[in-house]
């Protein structure tokens, strides 16, 4: 367990997985064996969203990827590589064509092993100052490599009646759960708030979307995505990647909490 610390807030780091953030002692992510889910974050690369009905296949440049739901990334173990009291840098490194088990094999999924044709490596430093907690993403790869980046962290609710607001809109806890496994589509934004008990206000960098997804009243995942999956039929998800460039592709997360 990686322990972070500035002034009244603390994170706790589990192999790579947030599964704490606190600031004068109240918890802010949802706890594994709490109902809902069974993680408190995790990362989608490089696919976003259930890939079966296209038989677990996904369309890139260098020919079809076998590809789970929210990708392969999840399945690998992260390294870590480097840290502070403040920060902690963390990394999965993936040589193209690698066989990676699916634990999802054979209970969800026919596919028993998990492939993509591309090296890469993806690094998250998550670190805590005087703004807040923030999770950064750095992508590095072959340029031209396709993919798409969600963060998928899950937000510990303590009241009745929390709410999520963008911008003007008012978003009810009861909206979310009525879109079910799907996850509500939150386009074009990179700034979110969660008004529970306190308020947690979340910005974003280069993702421009979010998804809202929960099954339970205790919880909620606010997810910045870079492409919502449900906007196309699974045979098309492709048309929902980002192309890394000559340099490493960088992606955030703000969390900051206020009464």
Request: with cysteine; net charge negative; aromatic share 10%.
């Amino acid at each position: 367990m990686t322990t972070l610390s500035y002034k009244n807030q603390t994170v706790h780091i589990d192999a790579g997985e947030l599964v704490s953030y606190q600031v004068a002692g109240q918890e802010y992510i949802h706890q594994k064996g709490s109902p809902g889910w069974r993680n408190a974050d995790t990362e989608m690369f490089p696919v976003i969203g259930p890939t079966a009905d296209a038989n677990f296949r996904v369309d890139t440049p260098k020919g079809p990827a076998v590809q789970d739901q929210h990708g392969l990334l999840r399945e690998m173990k992260y390294q870590e590589v480097s840290g502070t009291i403040t920060d902690a840098t963390f990394e999965k490194t993936y040589k193209a064509g690698t066989l990676i088990q699916n634990s999802k094999y054979p209970e969800k999924s026919t596919e028993e092993f998990l492939q993509w044709p591309y090296d890469f490596t993806f690094r998250k430093i998550i670190t805590l100052s005087e703004e807040g907690l923030e999770v950064r993403f750095v992508i590095s790869g072959v340029s031209g490599m396709p993919y798409m980046l969600g963060y998928h962290p899950a937000f510990n609710l303590v009241t009745a009646t929390p709410t999520i607001h963008v911008g003007t809109k008012e978003i009810s806890l009861e909206e979310v759960l009525a879109v079910g496994s799907r996850a509500l589509q939150v386009a074009q934004s990179k700034e979110i708030t969660l008004k529970d008990k306190n308020t947690i206000h979340i910005k974003t960098e280069g993702f421009g979307n979010f998804m809202l997804w929960t099954e339970v009243k205790n919880m909620v995942c606010i997810e910045p995505i870079t492409f919502y999956p449900y906007a196309v039929k699974q045979e098309h998800l492709a048309e929902g990647f980002s192309i890394l460039g000559s340099e490493d592709a960088i992606y955030k997360m703000t969390i900051s909490v206020s009464n």
